[in-house]
């Protein structure tokens, strides 16, 4: 929920940013189990490469948030 809006930050990037580098798995499954879309904001959790990867509601859906919230076409 600490990741502002329109930055992207990737899974290992957050599990080593809680503490727990070595999570990027688990990290991916939270953010998959998540039933809060906009209110927690895994949208903004990507590859570490900066590529969109799984996303609950589909990566069609994920990268309109994102253009949303950079206000930037989507990609």
Do not use: F, Q
């Amino acid at each position: 929920m600490d990741i502002p809006r329109g930055t992207r930050v990737s899974y290992g990037g957050l599990a080593a940013s809680l503490g727990i580098p070595r999570a990027a798995r688990a990290i991916g499954a939270a953010c998959g189990a998540n039933p809060l879309a906009l209110w927690i904001p895994c949208h903004r959790v990507v590859r570490a490469d900066g590529g969109l990867h799984g996303y609950r509601w589909g990566l069609d859906r994920k990268r309109e948030l994102l253009a949303w919230e950079t206000g930037s076409p989507a990609e």
